[in-house]
């Protein structure tokens, strides 16, 4: 065989199992259709979109809180969006760059092609220049999702478009339709509405972010509206038509009455969809269920023995770093050590303004299951660092063991609620007790000063600053 593994896909799955895999000693072969490495995260997905965001931001703070902060800037402030399009580009490009480069390092071989099965060995590479084939040891299927359509809409990728089209805008839409109020439809929302757009969102479910707790969904409501979204829940879209400029998306309510929303631009994110569209996987007896899925067991094995496959492409949350851990999982699995995943710690982040993110259960999983637990919460505003940023909304809400008073979930909305998400697993990870974390001494004055709070409320009720 010419490969111990080889990489089909060079999402942050793909990319990172390859890395693992060469770390430890494998000879590593990673396939990639597209011209760049890094799939959706680094193209078309986590990089640019916050890449955006981070510079909508900074507009939207010009505009609305420089003045208080007592920064006067002369003249009017004016988006320059190709500029900020530009530098978005440079940033993937310098990401995409940085795999290229990581390849070389790690001493993988790269091949820029379609990666198909011939057989569960043998594996065809369909090349600008032709075809190639290699043989290898195992193979790690790491191909990642596209967009889900709806079936009665048509994407003209001009005037109702998907987050990919989303990037790459011309002009700042005036009133955008987000069909869908999942995380890309508010991240990708908050771009707009931060450069000036009014965003309608139409939403099948009750609330936005109905899979993280609840509370955080209102909270995260709030701050949206104050920025010029506009929420229609338990509404499903049923159709969306383009006459010249306009576009107008039909829906109906929960009551059965029909609706109509108009705009200049409508973003369809109602999920994504598992991809293995021309992988051959019916050359080695395997088949995607109807979301595209690929089954595997416990070890990522599917039922071919040697084939692996991770990430998007296969059950579970549909994050990078879920698939980054599924890569090294793999990778060390196939060099014969016993890696884990904790599923239950994988952190969701929102990137929105105020950001939002949680780990471990929700209050709502808990009341489910019955488990008997104890919350302690804690506002920003209360907190001086909060203040002195102006960035006073939204709070953390630490859910513990009745009994044990074991921290079972962390979720918080609020200023850099993002990278404090990563102290939540740490602790989580360790099984620290709320008191474990509120005995700890946290820096003054800072953010996570709220989770110590919140956690000296939920383990006795007596946080100090409230
Ligand atoms: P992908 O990144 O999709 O990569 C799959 C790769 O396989 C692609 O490059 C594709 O071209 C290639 N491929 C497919 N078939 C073949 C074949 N037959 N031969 C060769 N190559 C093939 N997640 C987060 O955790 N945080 C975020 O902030 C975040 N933001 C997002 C924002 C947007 C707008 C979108 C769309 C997604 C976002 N995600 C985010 C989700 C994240 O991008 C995905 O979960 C992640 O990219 C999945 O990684 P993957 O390796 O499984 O697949
Ligand atoms: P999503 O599943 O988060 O949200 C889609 C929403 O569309 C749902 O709330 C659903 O109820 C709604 N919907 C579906 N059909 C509808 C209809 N006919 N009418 C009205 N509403 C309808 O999906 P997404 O926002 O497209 O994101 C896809 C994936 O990308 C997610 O799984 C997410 O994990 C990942 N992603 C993650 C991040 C992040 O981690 N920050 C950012 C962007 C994307």
């Given at each position: 065989?010419?490969?111990?593994?080889?990489?089909?896909?060079?999402?942050?799955?793909?990319?990172?199992?390859?890395?693992?895999?060469?770390?430890?000693?494998?000879?590593?072969?990673?396939?990639?259709?597209?011209?760049?490495?890094?799939?959706?995260?680094?193209?078309?997905?986590?990089?640019?979109?916050?890449?955006?965001?981070?510079?909508?931001?900074?507009?939207?703070?010009?505009?609305?809180?420089?003045?208080?902060?007592?920064?006067?800037?002369?003249?009017?402030?004016?988006?320059?969006?190709?500029?900020?399009?530009?530098?978005?580009?440079?940033?993937?490009?310098?990401?995409?760059?940085?795999?290229?480069?990581?390849?070389?390092?790690?001493?993988?071989?790269?091949?820029?092609?379609?990666?198909?099965?011939?057989?569960?060995?043998?594996?065809?590479?369909?090349?600008?220049?032709?075809?190639?084939?290699?043989?290898?040891?195992?193979?790690?299927?790491?191909?990642?999702?596209?967009?889900?359509?709806?079936?009665?809409?048509?994407?003209?990728?001009?005037?109702?478009?998907?987050?990919?089209?989303?990037?790459?805008?011309?002009?700042?839409?005036?009133?955008?339709?987000?069909?869908?109020?999942?995380?890309?439809?508010?991240?990708?929302?908050?771009?707009?509405?931060?450069?000036?757009?009014?965003?309608?969102?139409?939403?099948?479910?009750?609330?936005?972010?109905?899979?993280?707790?609840?509370?955080?969904?209102?909270?995260?409501?709030?701050?949206?509206?104050?920025?010029?979204?506009?929420?229609?829940?338990?509404?499903?879209?049923?159709?969306?038509?383009?006459?010249?400029?306009?576009?107008?998306?039909?829906?109906?309510?929960?009551?059965?009455?029909?609706?109509?929303?108009?705009?200049?631009?409508?973003?369809?994110?109602?999920?994504?969809?598992?991809?293995?569209?021309?992988?051959?996987?019916?050359?080695?007896?395997?088949?995607?269920?109807?979301?595209?899925?690929?089954?595997?067991?416990?070890?990522?094995?599917?039922?071919?023995?040697?084939?692996?496959?991770?990430?998007?492409?296969?059950?579970?949350?549909?994050?990078?770093?879920?698939?980054?851990e599924?890569?090294t999982f793999v990778a060390e699995t196939?060099a014969?050590q016993k890696p884990h995943i904790?599923?239950?710690?994988?952190?969701?982040?929102?990137?929105?303004?105020?950001?939002?993110?949680?780990?471990?259960?929700?209050?709502?999983?808990?009341?489910?299951?019955?488990?008997?637990?104890?919350?302690?919460?804690?506002?920003?505003?209360?907190?001086?660092?909060?203040?002195?940023?102006?960035?006073?909304?939204?709070?953390?809400?630490?859910?513990?063991?009745?009994?044990?008073?074991?921290?079972?979930?962390?979720?918080?909305?609020?200023?850099?609620?993002?990278?404090?998400?990563?102290?939540?697993?740490?602790?989580?990870?360790?099984?620290?007790?709320?008191?474990?974390?509120?005995?700890?001494?946290?820096?003054?004055?800072?953010?996570?000063?709220?989770?110590?709070?919140?956690?000296?409320?939920?383990?006795?009720?007596?946080?100090?600053?409230?």
């Open positions: 065989m010419q490969y111990d593994v080889t990489v089909i896909g060079s999402g942050p799955g793909g990319y990172v199992a390859a890395i693992r895999c060469a770390q430890l000693g494998m000879k590593t072969a990673l396939i990639e259709k597209y011209d760049t490495f890094g799939g959706t995260c680094l193209n078309v997905g986590c990089i640019p979109s916050k890449a955006l965001l981070d510079s909508s931001e900074h507009y939207h703070n010009a505009t609305h809180t420089f003045e208080t902060h007592g920064i006067d800037i002369k003249g009017d402030i004016k988006v320059n969006l190709p500029q900020m399009i530009k530098r978005k580009d440079e940033v993937v490009k310098q990401t995409t760059e940085g795999i290229v480069y990581l390849m070389k390092k790690n001493k993988i071989t790269t091949y820029k092609g379609v990666g198909a099965f011939k057989d569960k060995n043998t594996i065809k590479i369909t090349k600008s220049d032709g075809v190639e084939e290699i043989t290898t040891k195992n193979v790690i299927i790491a191909t990642g999702s596209k967009p889900t359509a709806l079936p009665f809409i048509k994407i003209d990728k001009e005037r109702i478009i998907t987050s990919t089209e989303a990037l790459k805008m011309k002009e700042v839409p005036k009133q955008l339709i987000l069909i869908g109020g999942g995380v890309i439809g508010l991240e990708l929302g908050s771009v707009y509405a931060r450069l000036g757009s009014k965003v309608t969102v139409v939403e099948f479910m009750d609330s936005i972010i109905p899979t993280m707790d609840r509370a955080l969904g209102k909270e995260l409501q709030k701050s949206l509206t104050k920025i010029g979204f506009e929420f229609h829940f338990q509404t499903k879209v049923t159709g969306a038509i383009v006459k010249g400029k306009e576009v107008t998306v039909s829906a109906e309510t929960a009551d059965g009455k029909k609706v109509e929303f108009k705009g200049d631009y409508c973003i369809v994110a109602v999920g994504r969809k598992a991809f293995t569209d021309g992988l051959g996987l019916e050359n080695i007896g395997l088949k995607a269920d109807q979301r595209g899925k690929i089954a595997v067991d416990k070890h990522l094995q599917t039922s071919v023995s040697g084939i692996y496959a991770i990430g998007d492409v296969i059950d579970g949350a549909m994050l990078a770093h879920k698939a980054e599924e890569g196939i014969g904790n599923y239950n710690l994988i952190p969701g982040v929102v990137y929105t303004w105020p950001e939002v993110a949680g780990v471990g259960q929700t209050e709502e999983q808990l009341k489910a299951s019955g488990k008997a637990y104890k919350a302690g919460n804690f506002p920003f505003k209360a907190l001086g660092r909060a203040r002195a940023s102006m960035d006073v909304d939204g709070f953390v809400k630490v859910l513990a063991d009745k009994t044990t008073d074991e921290i079972l979930g962390v979720h918080i909305i609020g200023a850099r609620a993002a990278d404090m998400i990563a102290a939540a697993v740490t602790a989580m990870e360790f099984r620290a007790s709320a008191e474990d974390v509120s005995r700890m001494s946290h820096a003054h004055p800072t953010y996570m000063e709220a989770v110590k709070e919140a956690c000296l409320a939920a383990t006795e009720n007596r946080p100090i600053h409230i």
